[in-house]
């Protein structure tokens, strides 16, 4: 280590303390949708998780969302917006589902929120959030995936499934698989499709659904989630190196852009840590960019070249 | 004359601290350190601060005040000597870090120069070496650094007690360079220790 001890300096360079990295300053494009009832198990005062139950998928869009209101900065969700029989009551319910789909910094909801829009060459939804695994388990259910074309959401509205509760994947050291209250969190998946959108015949069972209790603060018995007969597949990469991996190479592409092409590799960091803003992953992403490994070998992948010194977008 | 003594007010009440988000667990940066010291270094006098008396937690957050309040001394200054809002976008306060599992907070980044500024009040004398005297100050900058993926730092230090003898107070500011290896085995230790701790996977 080197000290270098200066003098103080004759005139100190005017300074300002920037705000907190702040997301929340986006304006929400899905602003009526985060007014409905929420089904966060941490928002529940009364009531309870849909579970077991036959729904009809009345709409499904991408919005932001704040966990209403529980962390600092929105992200990206996908909307699910249900009609089902409330067993309790044999009526007519709604109910809103919010599935967790990363990052704003990857991807923003389109205007009329039926397709997440790419930011900086992000390819593809991170593959273990809720909303991957909640489009994973309508797959997996024989949904076409040709039918999202090029990623239109709305090809869901009108499914008719029945859905279940299944344990969230644990996703490495910052996602433990449990809400903050300690309960198992769980996500609602479909188990099976009774009608596709597209589909006139009407089979669907009716009632059959049932809504578990809400997690009560305070008790000691961790809720257990219910089990099934299928669930969704398991995502592919559940510590998430490889979504971090992609995140990264997309603000890379994003700094080779401001900076015409061409990028030496001690300018990266600053020229991508407001890209990074609010990112919760913004240390480990600012190091695999710092990385002449990383550098090295996944430009042959998202386009560009690395000569020990400098990145260049491939031609 | 009449004196009438008001009420003791805490420095923690007269320093205005900007609230920010701190992710609970152990797994901080400074407590990772201050468990190296109290098992290694210090062994016995670096007790986890919720092992702590009321009264040494008192104590202890005194102490630390004085360093909020150095920092927004230095920051108003800086902001009054120039033009304030239009270096805005230079000195940043980046929030709370995460790097394998372990948070961070440090003081300022300088976007201009990607340099770490870190801030420092303390009441040891300003005679002794920052190696080995003030360890613990080295880990904690090279931990920023290596979150921030920086090789320097300003360390903008106030001896309020000077060297002891004819100084009276002193404001020193430093500027570190560290290798990388010195960066990625600091790291290696902070991780090693939080892992053995069961603080990280």
């Known amino acids: 280590m080197a000290i270098q001890k200066k003098a103080p300096p004759a005139s100190a360079r005017p300074a300002q303390r920037a705000a907190a990295p702040a997301g929340a300053a986006r304006p929400n494009s899905h602003g009526a949708v985060q007014q409905y009832a929420s089904l966060n198990p941490e928002d529940y005062t009364q009531g309870g998780l849909l579970d077991d139950v036959d729904v009809t998928v009345a709409s499904a869009r991408f919005c932001e969302w704040d966990y209403n209101g529980s962390i600092d900065h929105p992200v990206l969700a996908l909307c699910v917006s249900i009609d089902y029989t409330d067993p309790a009551t044999g009526k007519p319910a709604q109910a809103d589902q919010y599935y967790s789909a990363g990052e704003l910094s990857r991807f923003i909801p389109s205007d009329d929120g039926t397709h997440a829009v790419a930011v900086a060459g992000a390819k593809g939804l991170a593959g273990g959030t809720n909303a991957a695994l909640f489009l994973q388990s309508v797959i997996d259910q024989g949904f076409p995936v040709d039918r999202f074309g090029d990623g239109d959401v709305s090809a869901l509205d009108g499914l008719v499934a029945h859905i279940n509760r299944v344990a969230q994947p644990k996703r490495g050291a910052q996602i433990t698989g449990k809400t903050q209250s300690g309960y198992d969190a769980t996500v609602a998946l479909v188990t099976k499709i009774h009608r596709m959108p597209w589909e006139t015949a009407s089979t669907v069972p009716k009632g059959g659904g049932r809504l578990s209790p809400a997690p009560s603060r305070g008790t000691s018995t961790a809720r257990s989630a219910p089990t099934t007969s299928r669930t969704a597949a398991p995502p592919q990469d559940p510590s998430g190196d490889a979504d971090m991996r992609e995140e990264a190479a997309g603000i890379l592409l994003a700094v080779l852009q401001n900076k015409g092409g061409k990028v030496i590799k001690t300018s990266i960091p600053p020229g991508s840590f407001k890209l990074l803003a609010g990112n919760p992953n913004r240390s480990e992403i600012l190091n695999l960019l710092a990385d002449d490994e990383f550098l090295g070998e996944a430009g042959a992948d998202y386009g560009w070249e690395f000569d020990g010194q400098t990145v260049s977008a491939s031609a | ?201």
């Not at chain 2, 931990?143 to 107070?169: H, I």
């Open chain 2, 1 to 201: 004359m009449k004196v009438v003594e008001l009420d003791p007010e805490n420095l923690e009440s007269l320093a205005v601290r900007q609230g920010g988000y701190r992710s609970p667990g152990p797994a901080h940066v400074s407590n990772v350190i201050r468990s190296i010291e109290n098992a290694v270094l210090k062994p016995g006098q670096r007790r986890p601060y919720d092992e702590l008396t009321k009264d040494e937690k008192r104590r202890m957050g005194n102490y630390t005040s004085g360093g909020w309040a150095w920092e927004e001394i230095i920051r108003e200054g800086i902001v009054r000597a120039g033009g304030g809002p239009l270096y805005g976008d230079r000195f940043i306060s980046p929030g709370e870090l995460t790097l394998d599992g372990i948070h961070g907070t440090p003081d300022w980044l300088d976007a201009a120069d990607w340099c770490l500024e870190e801030f420092k009040c303390t009441w040891r004398s300003s005679s002794r070496p920052l190696d080995p005297d003030f360890w613990h100050w080295l880990v904690q900058i090279k931990a920023y650094c290596k979150m921030l993926t920086c090789q320097w730092a300003r360390l903008r230090v106030f001896y309020v007690n000077g060297d002891y003898r004819e100084s009276g107070p002193q404001y020193r500011p430093y500027r570190l360079e560290f290798t990388k290896l010195e960066i990625d085995d600091n790291w290696k230790m902070l991780t090693g220790h939080a892992r053995s701790k069961g603080w990280i996977k």
